[in-house]
C-alpha cells in the first residue's frame, strides 16, 4: 500500500494516532501505526468499524491483536490489489492479442484481394477495367495502412500500460509478502514459498522449517527502546539473510520470531544451518546508539522440524514451533529438534 497523503495530511494524521496508540498494550512498531494510521485516515472503513468498537468498550490492542488485525486488514488487502493487478495485465495482454489477429485477418485478406487483381491482370484488360482494378487497389492499400497505423497505436499504447502494471505489480508484490522492517518475507511470502514447492514432487515433503525467536527480546526493548529493538531484529535478519542460498526462504513471523524454510535438505544440513545462524548472531554485539558500549549478547532460541508425508506448513510450524520453546525450556541459546535436543550449545543469558 503506498500512501500518498502529504506532508501536512500525514503530521495531522499522527497527532491524531499517537494518543490511540497510547491506549494500546501493544509495542509502538511500524505494523502497530499502519494501523491507527489508516483509522485515523479514513482509508480502512472495514478495520475502524473493529478500532472503534475497541476505544468504545476501552478494550487495549495487544501485540497479538495488532498482528492479527494487520495480517486481515492491510496485508490481505494489498495481496487482493496484487492479485487485481495481476488480472489486469492478462486482460490487457489478451486485448492485444486479439487485436494483432484482427489485424492479421484484415492483412490476409488483402493479401487474397492483390492475388486475385494480379490473375485478372495476367490477360489483357481495357482501360476502363484497369482503372477499376487500380482503384480497388488504392482503397485496400489506404485501408491497410490505416490498420497498420491503428495496430501499431495500439501496441505503443499498451506497452506503456503494460510497463506500469509490470512496476505496479513488482511494488504491490514486494509490499505483499516483505517486511517492511527487515525485507524477509512476511508470513504471507513464506506461505507463497510453500505454494511454489506444492507445484512439483515432491512438494514439501524432504523439506526443513527452522523457527527461531530472540532471546530475552522484551528485556531488551523494555531497557533499550524499540528503536533498538528494531537494530537487533535487523541484525539478526541480516545474519539470516547471508545464511540461505538458491530455493531457501527466510521471513519473519511477527515480532521477534523468524522462519527459515530449507526445500530438500537433511535433518542434518538443516541443523547445521541452524547451529552456523544460532553462532553468528551469540558472536556478534549490537552497538548503542550513542556508540559507547554494546547492548550485550544478543542469543537465538531455534526449533527445527523435517516436513513428513502429508504435512502442511501448520502442521510444521507447530513441530518448529514446540522445538523452539523445547530449546527456550533448556536454558536458551541452542537448537532442538522435534522433542530431542540436538547438540545444545552452552547457555549464555542476554
Known amino acids: 500500500m503506498r500512501y500518498l497523503e502529504s506532508k501536512e495530511r500525514s503530521t495531522e494524521i499522527l497527532r491524531l494516532a499517537l494518543p490511540l496508540m497510547a491506549r494500546q498494550t501493544a509495542a509502538f512498531h511500524p505494523l502497530s501505526y499502519a494501523l491507527w494510521y489508516e483509522h485515523c485516515a479514513g482509508m480502512n472503513p472495514d478495520l475502524s468499524r473493529i478500532l472503534d468498537t475497541r476505544l468504545t468498550t476501552n478494550v487495549a490492542l495487544s501485540e497479538a491483536d495488532v498482528w492479527?488485525?494487520?495480517?486481515?486488514?492491510?496485508?490481505?488487502?494489498?495481496?487482493?490489489?496484487?492479485?487485481?493487478?495481476?488480472?489486469?495485465?492478462?486482460?490487457?495482454?489478451?486485448?492485444?492479442?486479439?487485436?494483432?489477429?484482427?489485424?492479421?485477418?484484415?492483412?490476409?485478406?488483402?493479401?487474397?484481394?492483390?492475388?486475385?487483381?494480379?490473375?485478372?491482370?495476367e490477360n489483357p484488360q481495357d482501360p476502363e477495367r484497369l482503372r477499376e482494378i487500380v482503384a480497388e487497389m488504392l482503397v485496400g492499400t489506404q485501408?491497410?495502412?490505416?490498420?497498420?497505423?491503428?495496430?501499431?497505436?495500439?501496441?505503443?499504447?499498451?506497452?506503456?500500460?503494460?510497463?506500469?502494471?509490470?512496476?505496479?505489480?513488482?511494488?504491490?508484490?514486494?509490499?505483499?509478502?516483505?517486511?517492511?522492517?527487515?525485507?524477509?518475507?512476511?508470513r504471507r511470502g513464506l506461505e507463497r514459498a510453500v505454494e511454489d514447492l506444492l507445484r512439483e514432487p515432491p512438494g514439501l515433503l524432504g523439506s526443513a522449517l527452522l523457527l527461531a525467536d530472540i532471546d530475552h527480546f522484551k528485556v531488551v526493548n523494555d531497557t533499550y527502546g524499540h528503536v533498538l529493538g528494531d537494530k537487533v531484529i535487523r541484525a539478526v535478519a541480516h545474519v539470516l539473510r547471508s545464511?540461505?542460498?538458491?530455493?531457501?526462504?527466510?521471513?519473519?513471523?511477527?515480532?521477534?520470531?523468524?522462519?527459515?524454510?530449507?526445500?530438500?535438505?537433511?535433518?542434518?544440513?538443516?541443523?547445521?544451518?541452524?547451529?552456523?545462524?544460532?553462532?553468528?548472531?551469540?558472536?556478534?554485539?549490537?552497538?548503542?546508539?550513542?556508540?559507547?558500549?554494546?547492548?550485550?549478547?544478543?542469543?537465538?532460541?531455534?526449533?527445527?522440524?523435517?516436513?513428513q508425508p502429508g504435512d502442511t506448513l501448520e502442521a510444521l510450524l507447530e513441530r518448529a514451533d514446540a522445538a523452539m520453546y523445547s530449546a527456550k525450556r533448556s536454558g536458551r541459546n541452542r537448537i532442538s529438534v522435534a522433542n530431542e535436543t540436538v547438540a545444545p550449545a552452552p547457555t549464555f543469558q542476554s
Open 243 to 307: 545464511s540461505i542460498k538458491g530455493r531457501d526462504v527466510a521471513a519473519r513471523l511477527g515480532g521477534e520470531e523468524f522462519a527459515i524454510l530449507l526445500p530438500q535438505t537433511s535433518l542434518s544440513g538443516a541443523t547445521a544451518v541452524a547451529e552456523q545462524i544460532r553462532g553468528t548472531v551469540a558472536r556478534g554485539r549490537i552497538q548503542r546508539p550513542d556508540g559507547n558500549e554494546s547492548i550485550g549478547q544478543v542469543t537465538l532460541s531455534v526449533g527445527v522440524a523435517i516436513a
Open 143 to 186: 485501408k491497410m495502412q490505416h490498420v497498420t497505423a491503428d495496430l501499431s497505436a495500439k501496441l505503443q499504447a499498451r506497452t506503456n500500460e503494460v510497463n506500469a502494471l509490470t512496476e505496479n505489480l513488482r511494488r504491490a508484490q514486494s509490499e505483499a509478502l516483505l517486511d517492511s522492517l527487515t525485507g524477509l518475507n512476511n
Open 68 to 121: 492479527r488485525l494487520y495480517a486481515q486488514h492491510i496485508a490481505a488487502r494489498d495481496m487482493e490489489a496484487f492479485e487485481r493487478l495481476q488480472l489486469q495485465l492478462r486482460n490487457l495482454l489478451e486485448d492485444t492479442a486479439q487485436s494483432t489477429a484482427t489485424a492479421s485477418n484484415q492483412a490476409a485478406q488483402f493479401g487474397h484481394s492483390l492475388q486475385g487483381h494480379a490473375k485478372v491482370l
